[in-house]
């Protein structure tokens, strides 16, 4: 079992429409957790972070995050053709800012 | 202010050969990460500084690889006799007091 699991996608999505990502882990110490983007032949670029269980609302995004089931989501709303992109879940398993382990991601494609 | 910045952005090699990857961190940033992403994966952690800390090298797959960072700042990895199974693209990431990791842009390395 991977430690951050991702469905690889494609997720398509029609513009507008509500796209939602999931991610889970395998360490229940796991403390922090956060979402990438990646566009394609770029480098990662954090969109969200999130500790506590419940929701965290940045604009047109919010992640979720269920310790007890060891899930995080981010929910993307108004999808927009370019949030066409693979999105990475990260998991920090101790205190701090240490080590993340990321997920395979999970590719995007809005169409419009 | 200039973000993380990597060199070369691309480098072909012959199998056997060493290679030295070079990565310059946000000015100030204590933390530096080496990741390494093959095609169609996830990040992989290889290696993390933390001020003069020992380094974190838990995550380099052999003793091909090493990594320095000298004077708390530029960081070099270097594989020796390079495989074609370390054609992948290398990232390197800092970080401030915060929990965001800044990626560079990568090296994409390419053993023939």
């Known amino acids: 079992q991977k430690e951050v699991e991702q469905n690889s996608g494609p997720l398509s999505v029609p513009e507008g429409a509500i796209a939602s990502l999931n991610c889970t882990y395998s360490d229940r110490g796991s403390q922090s957790f956060f979402w990438y983007r990646q566009y394609s032949g770029k480098s990662p670029e954090l969109i969200m972070s999130i500790y506590s269980n419940g929701d965290k609302e940045d604009g047109r995004f919010t992640a979720q995050l269920n310790k007890a089931s060891q899930y995080v989501s981010l929910l993307i709303r108004d999808s927009q053709p370019s949030d066409s992109a693979t999105y990475l879940c990260a998991v920090n398993r101790g205190t701090g800012f240490q080590k993340l382990v990321f997920g395979t991601g999970t590719r995007l494609l809005v169409s419009p | ?112």
């Open chain 2, 1 to 112: 202010g200039a973000g993380v910045s990597q060199s070369p952005s691309n480098k072909v090699t012959e199998k056997g050969k060493d290679v030295e990857l070079r990565c310059d961190p946000i000015s100030g940033h204590t933390a530096l990460y080496w990741y390494r992403q093959s095609l169609g994966q996830g990040l992989e952690f290889l290696i993390y500084f933390q001020g003069n800390s020992a380094p974190d090298k838990s995550g380099l797959p052999s003793d091909r690889f090493s990594a320095e960072r000298t004077g708390g700042s530029v960081s070099t990895l270097t594989i020796q006799r390079t495989q074609q199974e370390d054609s992948a693209v290398y990232l390197c990431a800092s970080r401030g007091v915060g929990e965001t990791q800044y990626f560079g842009p990568g090296t994409r390395l390419l053993v023939l």
